[in-house]
Nanobody, 115 residues
Framework: QVQLVESGGGLVQLGGSLRLSCAAS????????MGWYRQAPGKERELVAD???????NYADSVKGRFTISRDNAKNTVYLQMNSLKPEDTAVYYC?????????WGQGTQVTVSL
């Protein structure tokens, strides 16, 4: 199994920025997809952004132009830079690692955007 540890969540005002980090317990050099998902109260978990081991990215329409996903394979870490945050971005954010062998989730980190 791949252990994932998220960090960087917190409380931020409307229009502010946060950077989430997700550290994996093993090398992420192999073929895989790492992503960030979020779940707001009363809503289903949804994809925010993901990135392949080759660097190809994919974003939800709601965050395009505001969020940037990146990865540092040497540090086994994936990042989510979140700018121009809105109250509707408030959710628990989860990191995911998906490969042929594994499908692992982090414990989640809370992001709260206030007016």
């Amino acid at each position: 199994q791949v252990q994932l540890v998220e960090s960087g969540g917190g409380l931020v005002q409307l229009g502010g920025s946060l950077r989430l980090s997700c550290a994996a317990s093993r090398s992420i050099f192999s073929s895989n997809v790492m992503g960030w998902y979020r779940q707001a109260p009363g809503k289903e978990r949804e994809l925010v952004a993901d990135i392949t081991s080759g660097g190809r990215t994919n974003y939800a329409d709601s965050v395009k132009g505001r969020f940037t996903i990146s990865r540092d394979n040497a540090k086994n870490t994936v990042y989510l830079q979140m700018n121009s945050l809105k109250p509707e971005d408030t959710a628990v954010y989860y990191c995911n690692f998906r490969s042929v062998v594994f499908n692992s989730w982090g414990q989640g980190t809370q992001v709260t955007v206030s007016l």
